[in-house]
């Protein structure tokens, strides 16, 4: 079965740390997809990243950046110098190829106070 | 600005009621896709729709139906609200993207039902 575990409940930060968001996923699917969503305050889920089983690149895209290793079946998140902006829940999910059945972690909720 | 609108943010029920939660895109998305959100539990998928008067179960469907008779509504029914359906519902939609990639969910804001 497939499953996508957040350990992180919630992580406080002082603005300008770094903060890494840790995803560990299971799958006996060759093919699949991982996302990372941003839920802020205001409640709507907005997706950040997408990345194929089949391509093991890091990514950086401004202050944020992802480490996939298929090694250790992880899909970690990194802000970069973090803001207050970055303050909300962030959803690790997994989803086959068909994208019908997406699962989502719990969660992690991160607080970046000023 | 594509959406995904989601008719009522808030919603106060009583034990038994009959509920409607309906949700429209306007991307011309051919998936659609109800969850709902408690905590420490993530997202669960209760049914998702591929195509016009199509419908598929989720993880969990029990006490659950929907409705699409058109691409841009997705309708999530509650037959006879339970206390145990109190949560927040998120609607969300999706399409392949090309050459085959999986295209990412774009939500609504959510609705959130509360059964007493």
């Known amino acids: 079965a497939q499953k996508v575990t957040q350990a992180q409940t919630e992580i406080s930060v002082v603005e300008k740390e770094d903060v890494t968001l840790d995803c560990v996923y299971e799958t006996r699917d060759t093919t699949y997809y991982l996302f990372w969503y941003k839920q802020p305050p205001s409640g709507e889920l907005v997706f950040l990243i997408r990345r194929n089983s089949f391509d093991e690149q890091n990514e950086i895209s401004g202050r944020y950046s992802w480490n996939f290793q298929k090694s250790t079946s992880s899909f970690n998140f990194t802000i970069t110098a973090s803001q207050v902006v970055d303050s909300a829940v962030y959803f690790c999910?997994?989803?086959?190829?068909?994208?019908?059945?997406?699962?989502f972690g719990a969660g992690t909720r991160l607080f970046v106070k000023a | 600005d594509v959406k995904v609108t989601q008719s009522s943010r808030y919603l106060v029920k009583r034990t038994g009621e009959k509920v409607f939660l309906e949700c429209v895109q306007d991307?011309?998305?051919?998936?659609m896709f109800w969850y709902r959100q408690d905590p420490g539990l993530g997202l669960r998928l209760i049914y998702f729709?591929?195509?016009?008067?199509?419908?598929e179960k989720g993880d969990i469907p029990e006490g659950y139906s929907v409705s699409r008779e058109k691409k841009e509504r997705f309708s999530l029914i509650l037959e006879s609200a339970s206390t145990n359906q109190t949560s927040m519902y998120l609607c969300?939609?999706?399409?392949?993207?090309?050459?085959?990639?999986?295209?990412?969910?774009?939500f609504g804001e959510g609705s959130r039902l509360t059964v007493l």
């Open positions: 969300a939609s999706s399409r392949p993207l090309a050459g085959g990639t999986l295209g990412e969910l774009f």
């Open positions: 729709s591929y195509d016009v008067k199509m419908k």
């Open positions: 999910a997994l989803s086959d190829t068909g994208g019908f059945k997406t699962i």
């Open positions: 991307m011309d998305h051919e998936n």
